[in-house]
């Protein structure tokens, strides 16, 4: 029987699985035994449209379906956390699988923090993540770096440090460092990220520290919970997986990768922040580039973090209607409802049309309100300060006192108004 604490090699017995899936094609048995055994509903993951640069997110409650969602897409940016609360009620009545990378999990939390996602009804299979790269960008990269057309690419890897495209004729890698020097590779959140192995999730599974016979052929498994270690458990028993103890040699492996990857997050963050300066320098930069907004609202609606029924940024005594670019208020206000808590996901950036770098801004201020109180969003369900003022109880005593102190006593429920 697995426990939380875990440490596992995991492979699939199941057939069809294991001739479309990469590292043993663990994570898909584990979820066709949770549609098979009922402990979900359906289950949520990503799966190839039209090409390798075009990710769809799929609901799928025949496991049948699931063997042809096997396999990664890193030029897939998608964040599904918002999907199951617009779209699902927020799983309160549904039994959710989703697979998640690590924004995916902090998402998670901070929508269930929000009341706005039931994490007790949601199974998270979480896969470690060095990022991934923009669909557009990646198309210019491998047109540009490898000289290759990017119709031929067939399948895409990012392995031991390489961008790896194997397309009609043959195969090629490129160091992750070197694209990323001439301006292509991961998005910058990626760069930025520290949430490499996403352990908020019930299993958190890649192939680091896979070695010896099993290395390709195994997924490596860590249990963080009791409902993880019994949707393993289960899997086992029913025959469709099967598991043995992670090398230990594998584990200090897996740790090194982890360390190198968090460092490299610490240069990226200290890279962009440093380049957007301090103080006043910092503000001209964020004023000047957000002078090319155009109101769509694309950064609203996906931001996880971002759940208001009524948008303040919508309020005409704070945001004149139909003015273009709108007044920096619109953007003051996004900063000061979101930057104690973004999980740095980069969807405001990734959709943005007007190509303005909002998940940087956002990050930015982030790190510093982390610094000052300690905060670190995703993580746990530990919320932050603001969070406590409840959004609809605030509202209606707004329109009964008129005030415009929003959180004016908030932490003193006694007190008149």
Same mark, same amino acid.
């Given at each position: 029987?697995?426990?939380?604490?875990?440490?596992?090699?995991?492979?699939?017995?199941?057939?069809?699985?294991?001739?479309? $899936?990469?590292?043993?094609?663990?994570?898909? $048995?584990?979820?066709?035994?949770?549609?098979?055994?009922?402990?979900?509903?359906?289950?949520?993951?990503?799966?190839?449209?039209? +090409?390798?640069?075009?990710?769809?997110?799929?609901?799928?409650?025949?496991?049948?379906?699931?063997?042809?969602?096997?396999?990664?897409?890193?030029?897939?940016?998608?964040?599904?956390?918002?999907?199951?609360? *617009?779209?699902?009620?927020?799983?309160?009545? !549904?039994?959710?699988?989703?697979?998640? *990378?690590?924004? +995916?999990?902090?998402?998670?939390?901070?929508?269930?923090?929000?009341?706005?996602?039931?994490?007790?009804?949601?199974?998270?299979?979480?896969?470690?993540? &060095?990022?991934?790269?923009?669909?557009?960008?990646?198309?210019?990269?491998?047109?540009?770096?490898?000289?290759?057309?990017?119709?031929?690419?067939?399948?895409?890897?990012?392995?031991?440090?390489?961008?790896?495209?194997?397309?009609?004729? &043959?195969? *090629?890698?490129?160091?992750?460092?070197?694209?990323?020097?001439?301006?292509?590779?991961?998005?910058?959140?990626?760069?930025?990220?520290? !949430?490499?192995?996403?352990?908020?999730?019930?299993? $958190?599974? &890649?192939?680091?520290?896979?070695?010896?016979? *099993?290395?390709?052929?195994?997924?490596?498994?860590?249990?963080?919970?009791?409902?993880?270690?019994?949707?393993?458990?289960?899997?086992?028993?029913?025959?469709?997986?099967?598991?043995?103890? $992670?090398?230990?040699?594998?584990?200090?492996?897996?740790?090194?990768?982890?360390?190198?990857?968090?460092?490299?997050?610490?240069?990226?963050?200290?890279?962009?922040?440093?380049?957007?300066?301090?103080?006043?320098?910092?503000?001209?930069?964020?004023?000047?580039?957000?002078? /090319?907004?155009?109101?769509?609202?694309?950064?609203?609606?996906?931001?996880?973090?971002?759940?208001?029924?009524?948008?303040?940024?919508?309020?005409?005594?704070?945001?004149?209607?139909?003015?273009?670019?709108?007044?920096?208020?619109?953007?003051?206000?996004?900063?000061?409802?979101?930057?104690?808590?973004?999980?740095?996901?980069?969807?405001?950036?990734?959709?943005?049309?007007?190509?303005?770098?909002?998940?940087?801004? !956002?990050?930015?201020?982030?790190?510093?309100?982390?610094?000052?109180?300690?905060?670190?969003?995703?993580? +746990? !369900?530990?919320?932050?300060?603001?969070?406590?003022?409840?959004?609809?109880?605030?509202?209606? /005593?707004?329109?009964?006192?008129?005030?415009?102190?929003?959180?004016?006593?908030?932490?003193?429920?006694?007190?008149?108004?």
């Amino acid at each position: 029987m697995a426990k939380k604490g875990d440490m596992l090699y995991a492979w699939t017995n199941d057939a069809e699985i294991k001739k479309k $899936a990469e590292l043993g094609g663990a994570v898909t $048995a584990l979820w066709k035994f949770a549609l098979e055994s009922k402990a979900v509903d359906a289950v949520l993951v990503i799966t190839k449209g039209t +090409d390798l640069y075009d990710a769809q997110p799929v609901l799928i409650t025949d496991p049948k379906e699931l063997a042809k969602t096997a396999g990664s897409l890193h030029c897939g940016t998608l964040l599904l956390p918002k999907l199951v609360k *617009k779209y699902m009620d927020g799983a309160e009545n !549904m039994k959710i699988g989703v697979t998640v *990378k690590g924004c +995916d999990a902090m998402a998670f939390y901070e929508l269930a923090k929000r009341k706005q996602i039931n994490l007790d009804n949601v199974v998270m299979i979480g896969v470690n993540c &060095g990022g991934s790269v923009s669909p557009v960008l990646a198309r210019r990269m491998i047109t540009e770096k490898y000289g290759v057309d990017p119709d031929k690419v067939h399948k895409e890897e990012i392995d031991k440090g390489q961008f790896i495209i194997e397309y009609e004729g &043959g195969h *090629k890698g490129i160091s992750v460092d070197e694209l990323e020097e001439a301006g292509y590779g991961r998005r910058s959140n990626c760069r930025r990220c520290k !949430m490499k192995i996403p352990r908020q999730a019930d299993l $958190a599974c &890649g192939n680091w520290g896979v070695i010896g016979e *099993k290395a390709g052929k195994a997924t490596f498994v860590e249990v963080c919970s009791e409902k993880g270690a019994n949707l393993v458990s289960g899997a086992v028993k029913n025959g469709i997986l099967a598991t043995e103890a $992670a090398n230990p040699k594998g584990l200090e492996i897996r740790g090194k990768v982890e360390g190198a990857m968090l460092k490299l997050g610490d240069k990226w963050r200290k890279h962009d922040f440093e380049a957007l300066g301090e103080g006043k320098d910092r503000l001209k930069k964020i004023m000047t580039e957000t002078s /090319r907004c155009i109101k769509c609202y694309s950064c609203i609606s996906a931001c996880p973090i971002c759940y208001c029924v009524d948008c303040t940024t919508k309020n005409p005594a704070y945001v004149k209607p139909g003015e273009l670019p709108p007044n920096f208020m619109f953007h003051l206000i996004r900063f000061a409802h979101i930057a104690d808590s973004c999980v740095n996901c980069g969807q405001c950036q990734e959709l943005c049309p007007a190509e303005i770098p909002n998940a940087l801004f !956002m990050h930015a201020q982030q790190v510093e309100l982390e610094k000052m109180f300690g905060h670190t969003p995703g993580v +746990d !369900m530990e919320l932050p300060i603001l969070a406590y003022a409840e959004e609809q109880v605030e509202r209606k /005593r707004l329109h009964n006192t008129g005030s415009d102190m929003i959180y004016l006593n908030v932490f003193n429920p006694m007190s008149q108004h």
